[in-house]
């Protein structure tokens, strides 16, 4: 079997868990089983997979390792729509992208709004990264300063690294060491959450595998295939050119 390490081990391990805090509902308290109980909620009302809405991608040279074989089908890039069949989010796509050798090292949160009549500078945004350089803001068209009334993209920005000088902010691994050493479930997956994702993505893995889906190829340090970004616009994505969130100098 050949074995899929970004859709195994960052889609469904890393980033599911990210799309479950975005989308449960509020839990009844902030007690481990409660949140955990709004997470395994959410992957329960994931719709199957649509292989139409599915790109992957493997770069250009990966092959050139000797460790990997001539023939190998590895996606080093995902792109997958998934969608959440119930009241809240009935209708909303949300997609999930990771890669390897792109052109940006990034993690981050993107929730974008639906157009505003008229304006035509770009969607309204709030994103939420987890890394590098933790922010959260919010990308708005607002008034150019000065006498003409003219509209640019500009953000309210919550720099963590800016705004908490004095916090430490640990480690991902560090946080889940203090748990266990705590006795606090709340970070780690529990059986049914667990199970309910694996049932999300075997049946699009057992395709990868078989060979039914191709990883299209793409150049390092690109964004990607170019079928990525064709399926983000025919998900509803607008990508906005021109703009670029800078992260404040400390």
Not at 18 to 29: F, G, H, R
Not at 217 to 240: F, I
């Amino acid at each position: 079997m050949i074995v899929t390490e970004i859709i195994r081990d960052i889609i469904q391990n890393h980033l599911l868990q990210v799309l479950c805090l975005v989308a449960m509902e509020k839990p009844i308290s902030l007690k481990p089983e409660h949140i955990r109980d709004e997470k395994v909620k959410v992957l329960q009302s994931v719709l199957p997979i649509n292989d139409d809405e599915v790109v992957l991608g493997q770069y250009d040279g990966y092959r050139d390792d000797p460790t990997v074989p001539d023939n190998s089908n590895t996606p080093t890039f995902a792109t997958v729509v998934l969608r959440i069949h119930n009241e809240r989010w009935e209708g909303v796509p949300f997609i999930v992208k990771a890669g390897k050798a792109l052109n940006s090292r990034k993690a981050e949160i993107r929730v974008q709004f639906k157009d505003v009549p008229g304006k035509k500078q770009g969607r309204n945004e709030f994103v939420i990264r987890l890394q590098p350089s933790e922010a959260m803001y919010m990308k708005l068209t607002v008034k150019q300063p000065g006498l003409e009334m003219s509209t640019v993209q500009s953000e309210l920005d919550l720099s963590y690294g800016q705004r908490y000088h004095s916090v430490t902010i640990p480690e991902a691994y560090e946080r889940l060491i203090l748990d266990t050493i705590r006795g606090d479930q709340q970070h780690f997956v529990r059986r049914d959450e667990l199970k309910a994702a694996w049932e999300i993505f075997t049946p699009l893995l057992h395709r990868i595998d078989d060979g039914e889906l191709k990883p299209l190829p793409y150049k390092p340090g690109s964004r990607g295939p170019e079928a990525a970004d064709e399926l983000l616009a025919k998900a509803g994505y607008v990508q906005t050119h021109g703009y670029i969130w800078i992260p404040p100098t400390l």
